[in-house]
């Protein structure tokens, strides 16, 4: 039972680095999530996708880019990483109207 | 907007203890309220949900109920043991689009 796999689990990156998050799940589900988790901030939503071809901007969407490949994969990009990006992401799936599923959360600090 | 707020951490208890964590939130409409819990270094697990006015949400001894009338969603528990150490965050569904709104979440610490 895999749910929501996210790779990779931690990364170190320099500033202005690039790099891509990867995301799938195997629910078939049709939304999927990416937030960002920061101390006393709880999640906060930075793109979402409620269908294959589709993404919207969330909460946080600035200094990030998102690719729904097909209805399993959705990544997330940095083009130009920031300290400020510094943070655990965490990837999420669900259906409409039910549960949302997260997983296990993608460790990145950027010097 | 929709917003969600709940009590700052962390809470600190003796196990076998009483346990209240406060939930209140905004939103326009009647959105679906959740507790999900996080153990150290892992994802974000659902504990419970409530879809209505007046249902109760309950898991492995945890309960909450929706109160439309004073906006809250309170998680308790009547009994803690030190394996419930984690990190709650209380959530409301944007009835649009299922995006979960979240609170800060706050940090529950059980020490026998």
């Known amino acids: 039972n895999a749910g929501v796999t996210q790779t990779p689990k931690f990364q170190v990156l320099k500033t202005g680095q690039s790099m891509t998050l990867q995301c799938a799940q195997d629910?078939?589900?049709?939304?999927m999530y990416w937030y960002r988790q920061d101390p006393g901030m709880g999640l906060r939503l930075i793109y979402y996708?409620?269908?294959?071809?589709?993404?919207d901007k969330g909460e946080v969407p600035n200094g990030y880019n998102v690719s729904r490949l097909n209805k399993r994969e959705f990544s997330l990009r940095l083009e130009s990483a920031a300290p400020s990006q510094t943070s655990v992401y965490f990837c999420?799936?669900?259906?409409?109207?039910?549960?949302?599923?997260f997983g296990e959360g993608s460790w990145l600090t950027v010097v | 907007g929709d917003s969600v707020t709940q009590m700052e951490g962390p809470v600190t208890l003796s196990e076998e203890a009483f346990l209240t964590i406060n939930c209140t939130y905004t939103?326009?409409?009647?959105?679906?309220l959740f507790w999900y819990v996080q153990y150290p270094g892992e994802g974000l697990q659902l504990l419970l949900k409530?879809?209505?006015?007046?249902d109760k949400g309950s898991n492995k001894g945890f309960e909450a109920t929706y109160r439309k009338e004073t906006t809250s969603f309170h998680l308790e528990k009547g009994s803690v043991q030190v394996s419930d150490s984690a990190v709650y965050f209380c959530?409301?569904?944007?009835?649009?689009?299922?995006?979960?709104?979240f609170g800060t979440g706050t940090r529950l610490q059980v020490f026998p």
């Open positions: 409530a879809t209505k006015a007046d």
């Open positions: 629910m078939n589900h049709n939304s």
């Open positions: 996708s409620a269908s294959e071809g589709t993404t």
């Open positions: 939103a326009t409409g009647y959105p679906s």
């Open positions: 959530a409301l569904s944007d009835l649009g689009t299922d995006k979960l709104i």
């Open positions: 999420a799936s669900s259906e409409r109207g039910n549960t949302i599923y």
